[in-house]
């Protein structure tokens, strides 16, 4: 079912037994039944429509994080797609809003962004902590004609990795605790969020990638629901080429990348020159036992290589603070047993705030704890971190910054793309389940 100029898509949400740890059987709910699910391919300038049919036993709502995408079909927390069967209205029936009554929903991606390794996720109320946790994400990468026309390492050279921590049971489940809110102090193990102890990429744990001793490109996603990743290879060099939204203006070497949830860095590792045999170990300096380790790459020998880091990568203008029509703080902070954005715990039908269209705004983000504050729609910069100038992490174009204990981190927000119903939150999944999230509407 192919229009001129869009792509269309269907994905089944679903459970189904998979081998995540070698030897065990996993129950999953996955996009297609997979973990992650099959990574989506977007060209700018093409639209995409992707179909979701939920046959799983819950309601679902399906986000494209980093997607510049109308309202509508932004995964809201509370607009739901109803298990298949759910609805007594008959089959095929669409709702003005573009709801089938049938278990699924048509997401419209206009693709007008430029490329970027976006990921998609489950986003219900309340529950997507659980539901990810559980296998509803994977990876969406979007390509141009500005970035094909870079010498960068492509096709078995340019890998996406999708990082994210699970505990298994003795039996091979995935194991997520239940939360007993009606015990006081129970929610303490949530605090900083749920963490497992096995590192999985691309859903296998701690795998190791055969490379030639050449450069790669590895795009890494942190997927975990609330563990934060200090990355660093153990042998040849790392250079970050992209951010969240894309690729930098220059080249940015790097010892070592940071990433809380929801956060991607593009690198090129450079392993020229390694001998055949080498193993290259993926480490996490914030992990301790098990999880200071992430993957491994296992060298191969030599091979013809040529690709490069080219001396400008993009044309980023950098956002200046003269742009910005106003200024607003947000502050994320435990309160009255919640986590509150502003002092509230989240209302799907309140709104924290309308922004114009078209414009930037200066956004102060304020925390009593590690929060990784994530905008939808709007892609960012960031102009200051705890009173002094921006981290290397944080350049480009941004949707996720991460908001560390007691910092105030400015960011320029600029709001062209779509008029509606967006939000901010925070992403450790857990704080954004516990009510920390906000409305804010571009009119
Ligand atoms: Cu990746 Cu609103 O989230
Ligand atoms: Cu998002
Ligand atoms: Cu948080």
Redesign the pocket.
């Known amino acids: 079912k192919v229009t001129a100029g869009t792509d269309h898509y269907v994905v089944t949400q679903r459970a189904a037994t998979v081998e995540l740890i070698p030897g065990t059987k996993t129950r999953i709910w996955g996009y297609d039944g997979i973990f992650p699910g099959p990574t989506f391919r977007g060209r700018r300038g093409r639209r995409m429509v992707v179909t979701v049919r939920n046959e799983l036993p819950v309601p679902t709502s399906t986000?494209l994080?980093g997607g510049v995408t109308p309202a509508e079909s932004d995964g809201f927390p509370t607009d739901l797609i109803l298990p298949a069967g759910y609805s007594p209205a008959p089959p095929g029936h669409h709702s003005a809003a573009g709801r089938h009554h049938d278990g699924t929903r048509d997401y419209h991606y206009p693709m007008t962004q430029r490329a970027a390794t976006l990921w998609y996720?489950d986003?219900r109320m309340d529950f997507t902590g659980p539901q990810v946790w559980r296998g509803l994400a994977g990876l969406f990468l979007v390509t141009d004609e500005v970035e094909d026309a870079l010498p960068l390492p492509r096709d078995d050279r340019d890998l996406p990795l999708l990082i994210c921590d699970r505990s298994f049971g003795a039996d091979g489940s995935l194991t997520y605790p239940q939360r007993d809110m009606t015990r006081p102090g129970a929610d303490g193990m949530f605090h900083a969020g749920i963490f497992g102890d096995v590192i999985l990429v691309n859903g296998a744990p701690w795998p190791r990638a055969e490379v030639a001793a050449v450069r790669h490109r590895l795009r890494l996603v942190n997927g975990s629901n609330a563990r934060r990743y200090r990355l660093s290879l153990s042998a040849g060099t790392i250079t970050q080429i992209g951010s969240d939204a894309g690729l930098l203006a220059t080249a940015l070497p790097r010892e070592d990348v940071l990433l809380a949830p929801?956060e991607r860095c593009d690198v090129i590792a450079d392993f020229t020159g390694l001998p055949a045999g080498t193993e290259v170990t993926m480490g996490n300096a914030l992990g301790e036992g098990p999880a200071a380790d992430v993957m491994r790459f296992v060298i191969t020998g030599p091979a013809a290589d040529d690709s490069r880091i080219p001396e400008r990568l993009s044309a980023l203008p950098v956002l200046e603070k003269t742009r910005a029509v106003t200024e607003r703080q947000f502050d994320f902070r435990f309160g009255g047993g919640r986590w509150t954005i502003n002092d509230q715990p989240y209302d799907p039908a309140a709104t924290l705030c309308s922004v114009r269209e078209g414009t930037v705004e200066l956004w102060r983000f304020t925390s009593d704890f590690h929060h990784p504050v994530?905008v939808?729609m709007a892609h960012f910069q960031v102009l200051s971190r705890g009173g002094a100038g921006p981290d290397p992490g944080d350049a480009g174009w941004k949707d996720t910054v991460d908001v560390r204990p007691y910092e105030t981190v400015q960011v320029l927000v600029d709001f062209t793309g779509h008029r509606g119903r967006y939000?901010l939150?925070c992403?450790n999944l857990e704080h954004e389940d516990m009510a920390m999230m906000a409305n804010f509407d571009i009119v």
């Open positions: 986000h994080h996720h986003h929801g994530h939808h939000m939150h992403h």
